[in-house]
Nanobody, 118 residues
C-alpha cells in the first residue's frame, strides 16, 4: 500500500484545514487507517483513526471535538477535518495503515506539515 498525504499549510489559531490521505496499491488489505503527528522534539502522537469499512472512528484526547475523520472508499481516501486549530497542533501529520486489528501500523506516507501561527 502506498499513501500520499496532502492538505497541510499555514493557518491562524482558530482556523481550519482538511488533510487528505490517498491510498493506492493493495487497498483491499487495509483494515484501518490512522493519522499520527510529530512535532519537533516530541514523540509521535496518535491523532485519529478509522476502520477501512468506515464503521468505527477513534480520536486522541487532544483533538476530540475539534477533528473529524472520514473515508471515501470510492476514492480510497481518508480525510481529516481539523477545526479550532491551536498552536500546539503544529506538527508533521502523516498517515499509516493497519492490515489487521493486532498488527502494527505501517506503509507510512511522506507526511504533510501543519503550522498554526498568527
Amino acid at each position: 500500500v502506498q499513501l500520499q498525504a496532502s492538505g497541510g499549510g499555514l493557518v491562524q489559531p482558530g482556523g481550519s484545514l482538511r488533510l487528505s490521505c490517498a491510498a493506492s496499491g493493495r487497498t483491499f488489505s487495509i483494515y484501518a487507517l490512522a493519522w499520527f503527528r510529530q512535532a519537533p522534539g516530541k514523540e509521535r502522537e496518535f491523532v485519529s483513526g478509522i476502520l477501512w469499512s468506515g464503521e468505527n472512528t477513534y480520536y486522541g484526547n487532544s483533538v476530540k471535538g475539534r477533528f473529524t475523520i472520514s473515508i471515501d472508499n470510492a476514492k480510497n481516501t481518508v480525510y481529516l477535518q481539523m477545526n479550532s486549530l491551536k498552536p500546539e497542533d503544529t506538527a508533521l501529520y502523516y498517515c499509516g495503515t493497519q492490515g489487521g486489528p493486532s498488527e502494527p501500523f505501517g506503509s507510512w506516507g511522506r507526511g504533510t506539515l501543519v503550522t498554526v501561527s498568527s
